[in-house]
């Protein structure tokens, strides 16, 4: 059974950086899409970035690029989001997703895939 669990969520003023962990595990052997998504109350869920692990290409949604980086250590089976010059409108629950599959090397994961292992989230609060 494939689990994700965040970590390093918290509270931050504006300026400040975070970065976000999630471990992967119970899964067999094989690339994947791993991605970050955020929701605030009241808010539709929205895709922040991903990384395929076949590759190591990255998307980053246009609110976050130049600020955030979405990394994996293959050795750790983790997925970080360092998250840098933060701002109010960036807090919000954050998740991890996963979704198995195997494309080239140079494939970028869609953010609208439909990704089936979520994580249970960590929160962010940035202050201004």
């Known amino acids: 059974q494939v689990q994700l669990v965040e970590s390093g969520g918290g509270s931050v003023q504006a300026g400040g950086s975070l970065r976000l962990s999630c471990v992967v595990s119970?899964?067999?052997?094989?690339?994947?899409?791993l991605a970050w998504f955020r929701q605030s109350p009241g808010k539709e869920r929205e895709g922040v970035a991903t990384?395929?692990?076949?590759?190591?290409?990255?998307y980053y949604a246009d609110s976050v690029a130049g600020r955030f980086t979405i990394s994996q250590d293959n050795a750790r089976n983790t997925l970080y989001l360092q998250m840098n010059s933060l701002k109010p409108e960036d807090t919000a629950m954050y998740y991890c997703?996963?979704?198995?599959?195997?494309?080239?090397?140079?494939?970028?994961?869609?953010?609208?895939?439909?990704?089936?292992?979520w994580g249970q989230g960590t929160q962010v609060a940035v202050s201004s």
């Open positions: 990384i395929y692990t076949g590759g190591g290409n990255r």
């Open positions: 119970g899964y067999a052997y094989g690339a994947r899409c």
């Open positions: 997703a996963a979704y198995f599959l195997v494309r080239p090397a140079g494939y970028i994961c869609p953010i609208n895939l439909e990704y089936n292992h």
